[in-house]
């Protein structure tokens, strides 16, 4: 039985919530915790999905409905 990794790339987190990369990658550096990098990848440690789904959950401000 093989263990589910602690951290997950930007990618696999927007697979996750089927939610573009744009937008994780602004909401993980909104956070304000330091998130490690394995070359030019973001580490998210999967303790901060719950994080993100609720910032997902917020309103969009007229700026990001844009993009």
């Given at each position: 039985m093989s263990q589910a990794p602690s951290?997950?790339?930007?990618?696999?987190?927007?697979?996750?919530?089927?939610?573009?990369?744009?937008?994780?990658?602004?909401?993980?550096?909104?956070?304000?915790?330091?998130?490690?990098r394995a070359g030019g990848y973001r580490?998210?440690?999967?303790s901060l999905l719950a994080a993100i789904g609720a910032k997902l959950q917020e309103p969009q401000t007229a700026g990001e409905a844009a993009q």
């Open positions: 951290h997950l790339t930007v990618g696999q987190v927007a697979e996750i919530f089927q939610a573009p990369e744009w937008k994780i990658r602004r909401i993980v550096d909104s956070l304000g915790v330091q998130i490690p580490l998210i440690a999967r």
